[in-house]
């Protein structure tokens, strides 16, 4: 199976910063990654499939790119309710494996 | 409005069984594949089964395979996770989220408010 591993684990940067989240594949899965965002007590909301379309009502900060095996999560100017975990996620086949989350904080 | 609404969880002993049911409104539910993922306290998010719209393909994690079935009851547009011989380790909240396709494959664009379970004795 393939397994979805990301970086970093946790991140703390400022109101305003430009943040970068990565997700690798460990085979090529095209262009079948999403993103999800998961705020405190909440549940889980999907931001971005298809690897860099947007779901709707996502603001535009934030950004998806990458295709193959690597891909990276963007939010170009971070916003004290971006305070969440994101999740990545292969959808081409089953099993649909997350990676392990990255925690973002505000410094 | 996408609507899907958990029920079934609570506490039980290992070894023991439960089901979950998942409501679904909003959207013709025989046309999409529907998933459970579930998360451990504190843990992240882990990917436990999925179901085909029509044909009723089934897909498991391996850390449940053997052990829980999913089904669905698309007259009662209801979704299912039969859960068996239950570890401490599958104490999480059980989410169900609609996938976008009719596909055993697809992002998840909706989910559920979860329902917990709890294995302990």
């Known amino acids: 199976d393939i397994q979805m591993t990301q970086s970093p684990s946790s991140l703390s940067a400022s109101v305003g910063d430009r943040v970068t989240i990565t997700c690798r594949a460990s085979?090529?899965?095209?262009?079948?990654l999403a993103w999800y965002q998961q705020k405190p007590g909440k549940v889980p909301k999907l931001l971005i499939y298809?690897?860099?379309t947007l779901q709707s009502g996502v603001p535009s900060r934030f950004s998806g790119s990458g295709s193959g095996t690597d891909f990276t999560l963007t939010i170009s100017s971070l916003q004290p309710e971006d305070i969440a975990t994101y999740y990545c996620?292969?959808?081409?086949?089953?099993?649909?494996?997350f990676g392990g989350g990255t925690k973002v904080e505000i410094k | 409005e996408v609507q899907l609404l958990e029920s079934g969880g609570g506490l039980v002993q290992p070894g023991g069984s439960l089901r979950l049911s998942c409501a679904a409104s909003?959207?013709?539910?025989?046309?999409?594949?529907m998933s459970w993922v579930r998360q451990a306290p504190g843990k992240g998010l882990e990917w436990v089964s999925i179901?085909?719209?029509?044909?009723?393909?089934?897909y498991y994690a391996d850390s449940v395979r053997g052990r829980f079935t999913v089904s669905r009851d698309n007259s009662k547009n209801t979704l299912y996770l039969q859960m068996n011989s239950l570890r401490a380790e599958d104490t999480a909240v059980y989410y169900c989220?609609?996938?976008?396709?009719?596909?055993?494959?697809?992002?998840?664009?909706?989910w559920g408010q979860g329902t917990p379970v709890t294995v302990s004795s």
């Open positions: 298809a690897a860099s």
């Open positions: 179901i085909s719209g029509s044909d009723s393909n089934t």
């Open positions: 085979q090529g899965i095209t262009n079948y």
């Open positions: 989220a609609k996938g976008a396709s009719s596909a055993v494959a697809g992002r998840l664009n909706y």
């Open positions: 996620q292969k959808y081409n086949s089953a099993p649909l494996t």
């Open positions: 909003g959207f013709i539910f025989n046309n999409y594949a």
